[in-house]
T-cell receptor
Framework: KAGVTQTPRYLIKTRGQQVTLSCSPI?????VSWYQQTPGQGLQFLFE???????NKGNFPGRFSGRQFSNSRSEMNVSTLELGDSALYLC?????????????FGPGTRLTVT | GQQVMQIPQYQHVQEGEDFTTYCNSS?????IQWYKQRPGGHPVFLIQ?????EVKKQKRLTFQFGEAKKNSSLHITATQTTDVGTYFC????????????FGKGTKLSVKP
């Protein structure tokens, strides 16, 4: 079974631009979660999608948004990029996003904002 | 209240020494998960603990869940250079929403 894939793997953007990141979950997994990882803040939850619906959202500004398609693939978008948005963005998939479901992480997208 | 605290933040050991990282919560946890992230890699699921006082072993790794379900530990016996990485504990947030709150992690380095 193929693992979680994320594209692109690396991205360099300038302040004020917007960016879209993509995540393809493991086949059969319907829940996709997004996390931001920085050296200072560690791993922080952004949002989670299940059956094309956002079920929960972390404490991030509205510039961060996402969506999920009918095939469970998910995208996240960051508008009006700021230097502080430089981070590793990880997505993780699980069967149904239930409590105790194991999450499988993708390799991440390394975003650098200059 | 929802956070999990991990200590130590860093640990440097000589190959062959033991290593332990601790995870603490101020509130009772329904379960706790442990992940390992190698340098330059992504978190990889290690184990999940659910029951009070639970102990699980994976080769040289021993995971424990406290009796009160407020703390957990990961112990590695006789570390090897392949154990290098950051070990995270995590807890569920909101039960069914499939998102995790991670501790800051313990970064382990092993000197050969």
């Amino acid at each position: 079974k193929a693992g979680v894939t994320q594209t692109p793997r690396y991205l360099i953007k300038t302040r004020g631009q917007q960016v879209t990141l993509s995540c393809s979950p493991i086949s059969g997994h319907r829940s996709v979660s997004w996390y931001q990882q920085t050296p200072g803040q560690g791993l922080q939850f952004l949002f989670e999608y299940f059956s094309e619906t956002q079920r929960n959202k972390g404490n991030f500004p509205g510039r961060f948004s996402g969506r999920q398609f009918s095939n469970s693939r998910s995208e996240m978008n960051v508008s009006t990029l700021e230097l502080g948005d430089s981070a590793l963005y990880l997505c993780a998939s699980s069967l149904a996003g239930r409590e105790r479901d194991e999450q499988y992480f993708g390799p991440g997208t390394r975003l650098t904002v200059t | 209240g929802q956070q999990v605290m991990q200590i130590p933040q860093y640990q440097h050991v000589q190959e062959g020494e033991d290593f332990t990282t601790y995870c603490n919560s101020s509130t009772t946890l329904s379960n706790i998960q442990w992940y390992k992230q190698r340098p330059g890699g992504h978190p990889v699921f290690l184990i999940q603990l659910v029951k009070s006082g639970e102990v699980k072993k994976q080769k040289r790794l021993t995971f424990q869940f406290g009796e009160a379900k407020k703390n957990s530990s990961l112990h590695i016996t006789a570390t090897q250079t392949t154990d290098v990485g950051t070990y995270f504990c995590s807890r569920d947030y909101g039960g069914s929403q499939g998102n995790l709150i991670f501790g800051k992690g313990t970064k382990l380095s092993v000197k050969p």
